[in-house]
Each structure stands twice: as C-alpha cells, then as structure tokens.
C-alpha cells in the first residue's frame, strides 16, 4: 500500500487539537513541546497552516505539520508561544513542529508531510518557510529542500538550533 492510499492528507479539525498535543508530547521533550492549550490556540488561530496524516485504516493522526504565516523572516522563541503573531497575508511560514508518531517513522510520512505543505503553501503564493532543528536533524532537512543558515537567534526549550531556510519559487515539488 502507498504513502497515498494509507494516509488521508488533510487540514486539522479543532477537535483534533488535543490529539495533536499528545503526539507531540510524544514527538518532543518537555522542554521543547507545544503545551496542550496553546496547540488548541495554534489549532483556533490557524487550522488552515496545520497538515495532517491520518491513517485510513484507524482514522488517528498518524503525523502533522504546523506553522505560523508571518512577514516576519527569523524564527524567535515567542513564535512558539504566541498564536497571536499570526498573520493570515503573511509571505512566510515558520514551521513549529513536524511530528510522526514512532510507530509511523522511516516509512516516508514526514518528507511527504513536508513535500504536501511546501507545495501546498507554494499554492498559495508564500514564499519561504522557515524552521529550527537540531544539527543532527540538518541532513534530513537538507533532504527536503532545506537550506541550513546556522545558528539560530531560537534559544527555545534551552537548546542550540539551526535555522534552515526554502525558497518556494526555486522548488518544484511534483505531485
């Protein structure tokens, strides 16, 4: 079965954001995760910048992509904390988690998560997305068309990001 006819792609539903919050609860370590009442802001705020994978044959949420349009082009802490920051004209997107769950992982679901939201986002005339990982996660960034900038200004949960950069207009990402 394929990546296409197992997974549903889709946008989040509001009450999916409690669901959300436990996968990445799951996905991410305390200091780093998105609490339960602000992933329900994110959810309220902008359902529409959310990508979910939902499994066909259990109707979960296997994994999910979400982000904050902005004008804003670097990546700071409050994005991740304040919902309000969203900007639903923005040109940019910073990217706040990609999250698949252990049992869902090296099967191609978070760089078809990835491929779905640049292209879908492309769609829609923005024109960068920008994240911060961590420097083991550079490799697979620059896998999905990625860009790494270096150190970022993001001190979020206390760790040492980088921050990676697309271009949308100098992507093609085929259906």
């Given at each position: 079965?394929?990546?296409?006819?197992?997974?549903?792609?889709?946008?989040?539903?509001?009450?999916?954001?409690?669901?959300?919050?436990?996968?990445?609860?799951?996905?991410?370590?305390?200091?780093?995760?998105?609490?339960?009442?602000?992933?329900?802001?994110?959810?309220?705020?902008?359902?529409?910048?959310?990508?979910?994978?939902?499994?066909?044959?259990?109707?979960?949420?296997?994994?999910?992509?979400?982000?904050?349009?902005?004008?804003?082009?670097?990546?700071?802490?409050?994005?991740?904390?304040?919902?309000?920051?969203?900007?639903?004209?923005?040109?940019?997107?910073?990217?706040?988690?990609?999250?698949?769950?252990?049992?869902?992982?090296?099967?191609?679901?978070?760089?078809?998560?990835?491929?779905?939201y640049l292209s879908?986002?492309?769609?829609?005339?923005?024109?960068?997305?920008?994240?911060?990982?961590?420097?083991e996660k550079i490799?697979?960034?620059?896998?999905?068309?990625?860009?790494?900038?270096?150190?970022?200004?993001?001190?979020?949960?206390?760790?040492?990001?980088?921050?990676?950069?697309?271009?949308?207009?100098?992507?093609?990402?085929?259906?």
């Amino acid at each position: 079965m394929n990546i296409e006819e197992r997974f549903e792609f889709r946008s989040v539903h509001l009450e999916e954001a409690e669901q959300t919050a436990r996968i990445e609860a799951i996905c991410f370590p305390p200091n780093e995760a998105c609490k339960p009442d602000m992933m329900r802001r994110r959810v309220e705020k902008a359902p529409e910048l959310f990508l979910v994978a939902v499994d066909r044959e259990t109707g979960r949420i296997a994994g999910f992509l979400n982000g904050l349009s902005t004008e804003e082009e670097v990546l700071r802490d409050e994005f991740f904390t304040n919902a309000e920051l969203y900007d639903p004209e923005g040109k940019n997107i910073m990217i706040l988690g990609l999250d698949v769950l252990p049992e869902y992982r090296r099967q191609g679901l978070a760089t078809e998560l990835m491929r779905r939201y640049l292209s879908r986002e492309k769609e829609k005339g923005r024109e960068q997305i920008i994240l911060t990982c961590l420097p083991e996660k550079i490799p697979m960034y620059e896998k999905m068309g990625y860009t790494d900038y270096g150190v970022s200004e993001s001190s979020w949960g206390g760790e040492l990001w980088h921050e990676m950069r697309v271009t949308l207009k100098e992507q093609d990402f085929p259906v």
